[in-house]
């Protein structure tokens, strides 16, 4: 009989499709000032980068992301980072950020309260959201090479909001 | 399932672990087990309700269990937020409570073989009020004890309760909270306190420091081995090519109840693997040291890190580990990129007077999407104490990926420490060398759903993630994660 609800759990996860919005988040920036997401978002586009300063894609991703974060930012796409930082490596946040050229908003949510509340279920992880917070795009890791495929999704993205 | 209007939407995850195997010399070889956790929620307007199901199953009547592990109501406003059920919350930087959630994370204990949801949250309630200048959090909860699965009773899993009060200000770019925590359990209760004060300072430096204590001990603060008291300090520079972290800690006493806190441990949180198995514990009964961290980025954009902790722990002995960390990241073309570690370290409390790491990461596209991967890591040992001797530990792992769609690698450890080589089965004490060799796939069929495959073998031992350490077991054997979204 346990078997039963076990299996509706599953089947049911496996046809429900996705879809989604976030919510207008709130949370601590590193310069230790609270943020809200309706704050800071695009006018048209905002990018969500979650990430973390031992995680080894996330690293070799920032770098391409605060390139794109410059080429699009007069389009009124702005790029925002979550750091899931716990509290071991919270002060090397922000010395990280800045060194290696982040100027787009950081937030920290050292909990992983958020990261749980977006179905964030790894790092890093990239979202693409409209200016209601529709979720347009998700991409999970980082190899080699897929910046391009984000910059591509921006332009897209970006396309389709002018028509 | 539809989204509704603009101002209410339901949603949430599912986590599907099926595996065929075991950890080595435990019977049965191919046992079958289950695990699944159901993530829900529920938000309209500043309303928010969630739900989280899990379930375990296997041939052991004793390890399966089926339960609803969390439910949720919160309602938010601008300057309002009220929780209430199982939540998650931090005070200051830790030191005296806090709560948190690895998703997409599974927990087994080697003593309970019970997987669960890797979290550690609270049950109860709280309000905060958050203003421009003051701000007001109140809580009460019962923490969960993370080692204790589900299949233990929920009185057992949460037997203390915390209450804490916690006013904060905002004068400028400076932050100063005050917290006040009370915890009680069946062999008593305790009360502590907490000053916490952070913020910017000119020339682009920030700050951030915390000292907590017991209250009513009737021991001076600092005054011995009988002090209850935790101090972080931390002065933090970050520059436009340069940045750097300096961190000071003083525990004394300060593991707090079930383990409901964590003080921040200045011992760097590495990502290669046989550094992270190698992590320095801290002892919060008795642990004084420091941790500097400075990078460099090159206009090439290379980028230089260099880290040294110590920690010094006074207990029925004086144990002092030092560590000396240093990284180079290289980009190399308009997408490839190497990134070389060594790392130095004398650790006496596990016996290991010298040691020595060293390796990299080359990452490079092939073709369209495609990239590859190629990782080394080599670290050399010097034991004394038990099983004195040389130990050297290998690993290499070859991977090929198409964006964020496809990934497969294989990974091929090796080792010669005799804790590892040892057959638990005989007296004698079997050196030699031991493998472990694993295949992992992962497929994204779609903007849902997401397959995972692992074949082989893979090293267990001491792990930390997202700032927590625990022990992975050894695994042999057919393994299957469905990830799906909604």
């Not at chain 1, 979202?127 to 090479?145: K, P, R, T």
């Not at chain 2, 005296?96 to 690895?102: K, M, P, S, W």
Request: charged share 20%.
């Amino acid at each position: 009989m346990k078997k039963i609800p076990i299996l509706l759990l599953l089947v049911s996860s496996i046809f429900l499709s996705f879809q989604g919005r976030i919510y207008d988040f709130r949370l601590r920036d590193i310069d230790q000032k609270m943020v809200n997401l309706s704050d800071i978002q695009g006018e048209k586009l905002t990018v969500i980068d979650f990430w973390a300063t031992w995680c080894q894609p996330c690293i070799r991703s920032l770098p391409k992301l605060v390139e794109m974060s410059k080429d699009f930012e007069s389009e009124g796409v702005q790029f925002i980072g979550i750091s899931v930082d716990s509290p071991r490596n919270l002060s090397k946040v922000k010395p990280f950020s800045r060194s290696i050229g982040i100027t787009y908003p950081v937030l920290l949510d050292p909990s992983g309260e958020l990261m749980g509340e977006l179905n964030v279920m790894s790092v890093p992880t990239l979202m693409i959201v409209d200016e209601d917070l529709n979720l347009l795009y998700i991409h999970e890791g980082f190899s080699a090479g897929d910046e391009i495929g984000i910059r591509e999704e921006i332009e897209k993205q970006l396309k389709e909001v002018k028509n | 399932m539809m989204s509704g209007n603009v101002y209410s939407q339901f949603g949430g995850n599912n986590l599907f672990e099926f595996q065929l195997g075991n950890v080595p010399n435990s019977e049965p070889a191919a046992l079958a087990s289950n695990f699944n956790q159901l993530n829900l929620h529920y938000r309209y307007k500043g309303f928010k309700a969630s739900g989280r199901v899990e379930y375990f199953i296997n041939e052991f009547s004793e390890r399966r269990y089926i339960s609803p592990s969390q439910l949720q109501v919160q309602y938010k406003t601008k300057s309002f937020l009220f929780k209430g059920g199982n939540y998650y919350d931090m005070i200051g930087n830790g030191l005296l409570l806090r709560a948190y959630d690895i998703p997409g994370s599974i927990f087994e204990s080697q003593g309970y073989r019970v997987k669960q949801g890797f979290y550690r949250d609270l049950f109860g309630f709280s309000g905060e009020y958050s203003g421009d200048v003051f701000r007001l959090k109140v809580l009460y909860g019962k923490p969960l004890v993370t080692e204790l699965p589900p299949t233990v009773d929920w009185k057992e899993r949460r037997s203390q309760d915390l209450y804490a009060l916690n006013p904060g200000f905002t004068i400028g770019e400076q932050n100063i909270d005050l917290n006040y925590l009370y915890t009680s359990h069946s062999t008593g209760s305790h009360h502590y306190s907490s000053a916490h004060i952070a913020g910017n300072l000119p020339l682009d430096f920030s700050y951030n420091a915390e000292f907590a204590a017991e209250l009513g001990t009737g021991v001076p603060i600092f005054s011995g081995s009988e002090s209850t008291h935790a101090l972080f300090t931390s002065l933090v520079y970050s520059g436009l090519h340069a940045g750097g972290s300096l961190e000071f800690k003083d525990y004394s006493n300060f593991s707090l109840g079930s383990g409901f806190n964590d003080p921040p441990t200045l011992v760097k949180e590495h990502s290669f693997k046989v550094l992270n198995r190698s992590t320095h514990l801290p002892l919060l009964s008795n642990e004084r040291g420091f941790q500097v961290e400075l990078y460099y980025r090159f206009n090439s954009g290379h980028m230089l890190t260099i880290n040294t902790s110590r920690a010094r722990n006074d207990i029925f002995d004086l144990f002092v580990f030092e560590e000396y960390f240093t990284e180079l990241y290289m980009p190399i073309g308009e997408s490839a990129s190497l990134k070389w570690f060594a790392d130095y370290a004398r650790d006496p409390f596990k016996s290991e007077p010298r040691r020595y790491a060293t390796g990299g990461i080359y990452e490079t596209p092939v073709f369209g999407r495609w990239s590859t991967l190629a990782e080394i890591e080599y670290q050399h040992i010097e034991r004394s104490g038990f099983l004195p001797g040389i130990v050297h530990n290998g690993l290499l792992i070859a991977g090929l990926s198409h964006g964020s769609k496809f990934s497969a690698s294989v990974t091929w450890e090796i080792s010669t420490d005799p804790y590892l080589t040892d057959d638990p089965s005989t007296f004698e004490i079997e050196k030699g060398r031991r493998h472990w060799i694993g295949v992992d796939t992962k497929y994204k069929i779609n903007r849902s759903h997401t397959i995972a495959l692992f074949a082989g073998q893979r090293r267990g031992g001491p792990a930390c993630t997202s700032g927590i350490c625990y022990d992975v077991l050894d695994f042999t054997g057919l393994e299957i994660r469905f990830t799906s979204k909604f």
